[in-house]
């Protein structure tokens, strides 16, 4: 693991896009892994401004709520297309996130574990880092093998996702994320992250043991992975 420390949001957000830039303009057809959440905004900002062909770039998301209207600003669908597409000015033909309406959720999770495949794979995956360790919606004790799957929020990310919606109980129970072996196979990931609100999950991330009680731990074993955490969230290393 690479440990990157920044002075703020801001500097993360340039650290991370030159980790990222760097990984996509070695490739012909990119695919990039993107994540929602607050933490990655500044990530998307610095981004926008590089000379990426951005049209040529792929992307796919983590995760999707489950039966939350797609129009719905907060479904992953359209905070993604605000938020990545647009900014970006990404092909909107080439950005893919689970139909959290899908008759057929099982089947969903299968056919966007194959579209990743055909794809070729994740070049490099934007990730943020759930107060508990959570990543993608992997909450703890989430298998390390996993794949894209159905899973059912904790009442902590509910809390936490709650100031996002106008009622904590009109946060979704349920998901579709990719799994954390999905995660894994990335070629590079590059994690951010901010504040205090985060300084613990950090450190059992990057010092704890490898446990699936903190199953952003399990980046200790990928073999090229970067985090990215302002002075705050960094707080708690030794
Ligand atoms: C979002 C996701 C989550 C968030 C995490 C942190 O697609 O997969 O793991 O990255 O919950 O969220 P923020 O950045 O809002 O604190």
Not at 13 to 22: H, N, S
Not at 156 to 177: G, K, L, Q, W
Not at 228 to 235: G, K, R
């Amino acid at each position: 693991m690479e440990i990157v420390i920044a002075r703020d949001a801001a500097a993360v957000g340039e650290l991370a896009a030159d980790a990222i830039v760097a990984a996509l303009g070695r490739r012909s057809e990119p695919v990039l892994g993107v994540a929602t959440g607050s933490s990655p905004l500044t990530t998307y900002r610095a981004l926008a401004l590089r000379p990426i062909e951005w049209r040529t770039v792929a992307a796919f998301a983590l995760d999707e709520y489950v039966g939350l209207p797609e129009e719905h600003p907060q479904s992953y669908h359209r905070v993604i297309d605000v938020e990545v597409t647009q900014r970006l000015g990404l092909d909107p033909g080439r950005v893919h996130v689970p139909n959290g309406n899908a008759g057929d959720l099982s089947g969903e999770c299968e056919r966007f574990e194959r579209a990743i495949r055909d794809a070729g794979g994740v070049d490099v995956q934007i990730l943020g880092i759930g107060s508990n360790g959570h990543i993608g919606f992997n909450e703890p004790a989430s298998s390390f093998g996993s794949r894209t799957r159905i899973k059912t929020l904790t009442p902590r990310t509910r809390r936490d996702n709650a100031r996002f919606f106008s009622s904590p109980e009109e946060v979704p129970v349920h998901c579709i994320t990719q799994g954390l072996g999905t995660i894994m196979d990335a070629r590079r990931v590059v994690l951010v992250a901010t504040g205090d609100r985060k300084a613990a999950a950090v450190a059992a991330m990057v010092e704890g043991p490898v446990s699936a009680r903190v199953p952003a731990s399990i980046l200790q074993h990928h073999r090229h992975a970067t985090i990215v955490v302002d002075e705050a969230a960094a707080e708690q290393l030794a």
